[in-house]
């Protein structure tokens, strides 16, 4: 058959395979489809410093969270009952998974308080490490406050950990042969951290990490049409179960078709934001100190929550004494201003923010704060807009407050 | 503020908050993502005759197959050990999650056989029931040979047992109070049905139902770009747990920032496949009998896989004795023919295909069958094509075979 003839006669007959481009397939349109997976799936391994092997795609962070969590801790049954650690301020992915595993029994749990400046101290990790513990997990960047986790640090109390116990002879007698060198296994949620921190896996010493392309600027840029995509970076030692059963996709720890056009994204903005990170780093750092100064200087008493130094470039979140900030969110959004009071993942409760309420115990749950998360676009006619408004809004809620 | 000036100064400062539109802000942008939201869930649940709050949207159909079995499985803790039952043919996602729960000790299985012609009988799946079986999964059509199973038969006959049952008051004193009418909840697989069959779940009498959106036709028409994303149907009475810990949305049973463009795609294509269902259904049967015709006139040993009546209308599944389908696919890809050889779910494996070999157990695995599903765009030329592809091939592979 000529060249042709064969341009003429595409024919798919595969049309129950998913999406016309399965990269599980074996004809040639599948065959194409796995290229590309496996293209993205370097781009983003040599961001991170990782082997093709280490990533693993899934259906966002939550899931990353989820099978980083699940996976450690369903891995570890029948060899009794694992301990695991992080901290009070971790994402709700995180947090409520470890207190899903805690009232399913398949885990005992830490929650280590960050101090008041909404940063963990390494050593109080260290602290509740036992020989039962097989996993720490502690955010690089809080979502709420965008205070700077210090996991190099974590890192180094962890393998000093392995070191003194290894000498003891404490994890061959507790552990299953051989694996004395892997626990506890260290795991960051570095969803909020994708656009402005170092991502290698190496240096920051981690063995999983997850990230979630929603998160990632430009991914999105375009009316979210990335599509929901995570990955967790899962270091080839680390043996993990999966969640779901299904099929052989993502090592098998992933089944499910892949979903190739929000990967390529995926990858092609991650690329994107590592490309313009120190650039737009100093940018917003300059932009961010601009607005906590204007800030400060309003006639109103505030609060700003979490270090101002260990803190992402974008991100600004105050309280109002006393005045609720689910109420300056919706003020502010009638002046075009779209600001957020607490995690969106937790909006559908009454409460406040737990993390607020994690660096001041004392404060009214109710009052929370304002979370002010700037992007590319943000520019300082922006916030001297933000301040005006606020100034008019705080102006007319005094009256009541 | 005038309204022209608000205009002048929409201010995005929540790029921390996923996509910009993420359903759970409080904020105006939020809020239209919300009101999109459950727009495309009402369009959803129209079509399935269900309400608003029984449409759980997913990141797929393995993940809706997942939460149906699972979330069944794990709200049931704590009460003894469940039992569940499936068939031998059903897809990974529905097999492997029952492996998965046997294996982890949290639920007894049952796996039913399927008769000769793919189709499983309703007795033998009532015959299986127990004082503790929970959930009754079977497919609706078959992935592999498209064989419909007879989801009101299996129905009739579980409701025969809650009400038998009943009677003796075995559900009262087994189940907890007030869970006799429920046991065992029937789940339905209808990732591969939704093209064709009706969907309606008060006729159907399923408590729980799974699609998935790439496998609506118009879904991903314009190159797979409507992402992955499903739904599970939950019938309001059902109790299921969530498998992911996280945020609070889609009533707490799956956490994560929901893909609303995906899901707005969802529910358009998923609208237009119903549109066209009768009139695609009566089309694609022809051609499929104008198929098996001709494929039954070639003057090669060929078996149909699966009943020739309760079959999708888009699915041709046969064997060629002696001839690796593998093979098969590949001949036929180089002549621009994308056919299938068995699940492309299970592709990474060297075994043949589970499906086939549960029809004909006495059969050489490695043979298999090969898929022929069509869609929208397939016509006659299309089949007058592939079978004179299939004659070349076959003139050729006779040689060796």
Redesign the interface.
Known sequence: ?SKSM??L??????????????P???????MEAKIKLQNSRKEVANILGARLEEIIFT?????S??LA?QGVV?AW?GKGLPHIITTNIE???????????ER?KLAQISIVAVEPNGIVDPKKIKNEIKKNTVLVSVMYAN??I?TIQPIKEIMKEIRHYKKTSRKQGLSLREFPQGQSLLFPIFHTDAV?AVNYLDLNVEKLGVDLLSL?G??I?GA?AK???A??VGILYKKKTIKLE????????EIGLR???E????IIKFSKALKSAQNIKEKETERLTSLRDYFFVKLLKMPFNIKINGDLQNRLP??VNITFLKIPS?LL??E??????????K???????AEGSYVIKALRPEANGEVGGV?????R??TKK?ID??IKALSQILTKLKKWY
Do not use: W
Not at 9 to 22: E, G, M, P, Q, R
């Open positions: 058959m064969r341009k006669n595409k024919i798919y007959l595969d049309y129950a395979a998913s999406v016309k481009a399965n599980s397939s074996i004809h040639s349109a599948g259906s966002g962070g939550t899931e969270n989820n969590i369903l049954q994402h709700p992915s995180v947090l409520k998974t470890f207190k899903l595993l399913r979502n709420e965008g909020q979630s929603s998160k600027e999105t009316a979210g049409q599509g929901r999966k969640i779901f059963g299904g099929g052989d996709q089944p499910g078709t979903n190739l056009p929000a974008n991100n689910d969110v919706i502010l959004s009638v002046k075009g201003i779209m600001a957020s009071s995690s969106a993942c937790e909006s559908s409760r979370r002010f998360s700037m992007g676009k943000t922006d807009y933000t």
